[in-house]
């Protein structure tokens, strides 16, 4: 009998079944091996702790054995307990609490060990936190570097929130049985955030990528390329991905003259007021689904670290609370960040003797984003379980390990490939949860850029692009942190949005060149600028070094400057000239037409945001027997239409929004037509 995972599972009907559950043999042997394996960890872990505290004599193995089942015994008294206060706390405090919950088992072990080993609270502590490092450590060597321990920890969450609904829906208080595996459908979309087609395709033909490498070779699954347009930013793409409105984000930052406000999207305030310009109610994520970790919310019942939400998940993520409460969770990321720190020091170290080139900085802020990208991405796997268990139909969660990592080393560097072949390791971890799920779920994978590699600006020409406006304005070119300079110089990756904030409306190329007769002209002709685009009389025209492309009648004078940025980009140019708080400029930097590298103008290695190079190539991996709307997926609006059209496919879509996302489709078929690009009349000959 299909059971639907909004209902509870069927109750036991004797206390037999129950007692037979306990006393399987499968489930004795299991829980066997888990006590003697914490038994003796623990026993490692006291061991060295007591011999490495200064002043504490050497004890027999007798007294360790008996320190072990304090430690026991208190954890079992303490952990619940704590567990009820994190929950209680949720945020930040829980994140707190789940820290103090591993110290104070030790501490309190070690407080009412009968051998009165270590007295003095500040001794207590340290030798708490010492052995606390030290099972994290221990704990992920056993593992020999797998994922086991944590998924037995997630498992058990789900069985725990699985069971839960069953008995708030009426079902037995106590019941020894696992939940049956859900049969009614879900969709589950995981965003490998900065990922290319090609980088993908390539790390799974060298056999890099086991899991989703199986997929693709067992037939269950296909890869597709999509193309990202312009700007190749993650919030502009989920804008159009969550919500079918990339439109609304001309950049990963931008100026809006009507107000006088910078608009940074990655800042929570920011983002909020951004969203609902976005939502008209029928996002992705409409019918009841979950948002993790995404900068939108996509009109979500449930939004768990999204930014334009900007919470901590509360107390009924019960998800958070266990990740935190757990010592294979918080506690275990924190040290195993410890590790990722001075694993990155190497790295960069190894790239400075090589001299490996072209390189960056990776000191500094991103010291602390390593390991934070990687605390997050356990976090959110343990959200997604938790949602699993709860039976949401749809959920969308962005992992930005990858994209991180390969701003800094390059997005082909064996680090950024390490990141991503962690990312593959959690889609293992995904599909092992599976049956515990309250539904059949699907997954989907696909990224929402990519990234391309390049030497920046500033390393190629010994100057900044504010050097370069300042030099031909004659004025001060502020950035982001300068307030109200009469030009502001906005930058994405190798995309720069230029604003004459003097001026209370969008300039054309005329009222550009009254203002500052040089600025056009001499960007045009500097080296590192492959494209300046303006608004003029009849339209935008995008100029180059030695020539110029007028977009809308798709004509040329002179060289193409396009011809280095592939077929869309005049489709690209155009539908980003439609956007919202456009710059009174546009910049794109130059492009090597045999390495494709460009030239940042912010000091990444790896970059994204406008064209040229694999940032605009990003890839969708779906079930291989599903069908496709259209045949090239151009947009982000494209993609969020399509995955429209599964969610309908599986039932989980409310027929009339169904059907409002048909006749939107047929527009967006429509307008990619109007827009396709032509052979110019230069080219033509």
């Given at each position: 009998?299909?059971?639907?995972?909004?209902?509870?599972?069927?109750?036991?009907?004797?206390?037999?079944?129950?007692?037979?559950?306990?006393?399987?043999?499968?489930?004795?042997?299991?829980?066997?091996?888990?006590?003697?394996?914490?038994?003796?960890?623990?026993?490692?872990?006291?061991?060295?702790?007591?011999?490495?505290?200064?002043?504490?004599?050497?004890?027999?193995?007798?007294?360790?054995?008996?320190?072990?089942?304090?430690?026991?015994?208190?954890?079992?008294?303490?952990?619940?307990?704590?567990?009820?206060?994190?929950?209680?706390?949720?945020?930040?405090?829980?994140?707190?609490?789940?820290?103090?919950?591993?110290?104070?088992?030790?501490?309190?072990?070690?407080?009412?060990?009968?051998?009165?080993?270590?007295?003095?609270?500040?001794?207590?502590?340290?030798?708490?936190?010492?052995?606390?490092?030290?099972?994290?450590?221990?704990?992920?060597?056993?593992?020999?570097?797998?994922?086991?321990?944590?998924?037995?920890?997630?498992?058990?969450?789900?069985?725990?929130?699985?069971?839960?609904?069953?008995?708030?829906?009426?079902?037995?208080?106590?019941?020894?049985?696992?939940?049956?595996?859900?049969?009614?459908?879900?969709?589950?979309?995981?965003?490998?955030?900065?990922?290319?087609?090609?980088?993908?395709?390539?790390?799974?033909?060298?056999?890099?990528?086991?899991?989703?490498?199986?997929?693709?070779?067992?037939?269950?699954?296909?890869?597709?390329?999509?193309?990202?347009?312009?700007?190749?930013?993650?919030?502009?793409?989920?804008?159009?991905?969550?919500?079918?409105?990339?439109?609304?984000?001309?950049?990963?930052?931008?100026?809006?003259?009507?107000?006088?406000?910078?608009?940074?999207?990655?800042?929570?305030?920011?983002?909020?007021?951004?969203?609902?310009?976005?939502?008209?109610?029928?996002?992705?994520?409409?019918?009841?689904?979950?948002?993790?970790?995404?900068?939108?919310?996509?009109?979500?019942?449930?939004?768990?670290?999204?930014?334009?939400?900007?919470?901590?998940?509360?107390?009924?993520?019960?998800?958070?609370?266990?990740?935190?409460?757990?010592?294979?969770?918080?506690t275990r990321a924190i040290v195993l960040g410890v590790g990722d720190v001075f694993t990155e020091?190497?790295?960069?170290?190894?790239?400075?003797?090589?001299?490996?080139?072209?390189?960056?900085?990776?000191?500094?802020?991103?010291?602390?984003?390593?390991?934070?990208?990687?605390?997050?991405?356990?976090?959110?796997?343990?959200?997604?379980?938790?949602?699993?268990?709860?039976?949401?139909?749809?959920?969308?969660?962005?992992?930005?390990?990858?994209?991180?990592?390969?701003?800094?080393?390059?997005?082909?560097?064996?680090?950024?490939?390490?990141?991503?072949?962690?990312?593959?390791?959690?889609?293992?971890?995904?599909?092992?949860?599976?049956?515990?799920?309250?539904?059949?779920?699907?997954?989907?994978?696909?990224?929402?850029?990519?990234?391309?590699?390049?030497?920046?600006?500033?390393?190629?020409?010994?100057?900044?692009?504010?050097?370069?406006?300042?030099?031909?304005?004659?004025?001060?070119?502020?950035?982001?942190?300068?307030?109200?300079?009469?030009?502001?110089?906005?930058?994405?990756?190798?995309?720069?949005?230029?604003?004459?904030?003097?001026?209370?409306?969008?300039?054309?190329?005329?009222?550009?060149?009254?203002?500052?007769?040089?600025?056009?002209?001499?960007?045009?002709?500097?080296?590192?600028?492959?494209?300046?685009?303006?608004?003029?009389?009849?339209?935008?025209?995008?100029?180059?070094?030695?020539?110029?492309?007028?977009?809308r009648d798709d004509t040329v004078e002179g060289v193409d400057p396009l011809l280095p940025y592939?077929?869309?980009?005049?489709?690209?140019?155009?539908?980003?000239?439609?956007?919202?708080?456009?710059?009174?400029?546009?910049?794109?930097?130059?492009?090597?037409?045999?390495?494709?590298?460009?030239?940042?103008?912010e000091e990444l290695v790896g970059s994204h945001g406008g064209l040229g190079g694999w940032q605009?190539?990003?890839?969708?991996?779906?079930?291989?027997?599903?069908?496709?709307?259209?045949?090239?997926?151009?947009?982000?609006?494209?993609?969020?239409?399509?995955?429209?059209?599964?969610?309908?496919?599986?039932?989980?879509?409310?027929?009339?929004?169904?059907?409002?996302?048909?006749?939107?489709?047929?527009?967006?078929?429509?307008?990619?037509?109007?827009?396709?690009?032509?052979?110019?009349?230069?080219?033509?000959?």
């Amino acid at each position: 009998m299909a059971v639907s995972p909004h209902e509870p599972s069927p109750a036991p009907t004797t206390r037999g079944a129950d007692l037979r559950a306990l006393l399987s043999w499968r489930r004795i042997l299991n829980r066997t091996r888990a006590v003697l394996r914490s038994a003796l960890v623990t026993f490692v872990v006291l061991t060295a702790t007591l011999w490495l505290m200064p002043g504490v004599a050497s004890a027999d193995i007798v007294d360790t054995l008996g320190l072990v089942l304090l430690v026991a015994a208190v954890g079992a008294v303490l952990r619940p307990l704590l567990l009820v206060g994190i929950v209680a706390l949720g945020g930040w405090g829980a994140m707190l609490l789940g820290v103090v919950a591993q110290i104070a088992v030790i501490v309190v072990a070690l407080e009412i060990d009968p051998a009165n080993r270590i007295s003095g609270l500040p001794s207590l502590v340290l030798a708490a936190i010492v052995a606390v490092v030290f099972a994290a450590i221990i704990d992920w060597m056993l593992d020999s570097g797998t994922d086991d321990t944590f998924v037995k920890e997630a498992k058990r969450l789900m069985r725990g929130v699985r069971r839960r609904q069953a008995r708030q829906a009426g079902g037995p208080f106590l019941t020894l049985r696992r939940p049956r595996p859900g049969n009614e459908p879900g969709l589950l979309m995981v965003q490998f955030d900065g990922l290319s087609e090609p980088v993908l395709r390539w790390a799974v033909r060298a056999g890099n990528l086991p899991n989703l490498g199986q997929w693709l070779r067992s037939g269950s699954h296909t890869m597709r390329g999509w193309h990202t347009g312009l700007p190749s930013t993650t919030p502009a793409s989920q804008a159009g991905i969550l919500h079918g409105a990339t439109r609304q984000i001309p950049g990963f930052r931008w100026y809006e003259k009507e107000t006088g406000k910078l608009m940074v999207s990655s800042r929570p305030r920011d983002a909020a007021s951004i969203e609902p310009r976005l939502s008209n109610g029928r996002g992705l994520l409409r019918d009841g689904g979950v948002s993790i970790g995404n900068v939108f919310g996509g009109d979500a019942a449930v939004n768990l670290l999204t930014v334009s939400h900007a919470a901590l998940p509360g107390r009924s993520a019960r998800g958070w609370a266990a990740f935190m409460a757990s010592p294979y969770g918080f506690t275990r990321a924190i040290v195993l960040g410890v590790g990722d720190v001075f694993t990155e020091l190497h790295q960069a170290r190894l790239q400075r003797r090589r001299n490996l080139l072209p390189r960056v900085s990776r000191s500094g802020a991103f010291l602390a984003l390593r390991p934070a990208s990687m605390l997050l991405r356990d976090v959110n796997i343990s959200l997604i379980a938790e949602q699993m268990a709860r039976g949401a139909p749809s959920i969308y969660c962005d992992l930005v390990d990858y994209d991180e990592v390969a701003h800094h080393a390059g997005p082909a560097r064996p680090e950024s490939m390490r990141q991503l072949e962690s990312l593959d390791r959690m889609l293992g971890v995904l599909e092992r949860l599976a049956p515990e799920a309250a539904r059949r779920y699907h997954i989907v994978v696909l990224s929402d850029h990519g990234q391309s590699q390049g030497a920046t600006f500033r390393q190629r020409y010994g100057e900044t692009l504010n050097d370069v406006v300042e030099r031909l304005s004659g004025e001060e070119a502020g950035d982001p942190e300068t307030p109200e300079p009469p030009l502001l110089v906005v930058s994405s990756g190798n995309l720069c949005l230029l604003y004459l904030t003097r001026f209370p409306h969008r300039l054309c190329r005329a009222e550009i060149d009254r203002a500052y007769p040089r600025l056009v002209p001499g960007l045009a002709a500097h080296p590192g600028i492959g494209l300046v685009v303006v608004r003029e009389e009849n339209g935008p025209v995008a100029y180059g070094t030695s020539g110029l492309h007028r977009l809308r009648d798709d004509t040329v004078e002179g060289v193409d400057p396009l011809l280095p940025y592939g077929p869309h980009a005049r489709a690209d140019l155009l539908r980003h000239q439609e956007s919202a708080h456009i710059g009174d400029i546009v910049l794109i930097s130059c492009v090597d037409p045999v390495t494709e590298e460009v030239a940042a103008f912010e000091e990444l290695v790896g970059s994204h945001g406008g064209l040229g190079g694999w940032q605009t190539d990003a890839v969708l991996v779906h079930p291989a027997r599903w069908p496709i709307a259209r045949p090239e997926l151009d947009g982000p609006d494209a993609v969020h239409f399509q995955l429209v059209e599964w969610l309908d496919m599986l039932g989980l879509r409310a027929p009339s929004i169904a059907a409002d996302t048909q006749a939107v489709l047929e527009n967006v078929a429509v307008e990619q037509e109007e827009l396709a690009p032509r052979l110019s009349r230069v080219r033509d000959g």
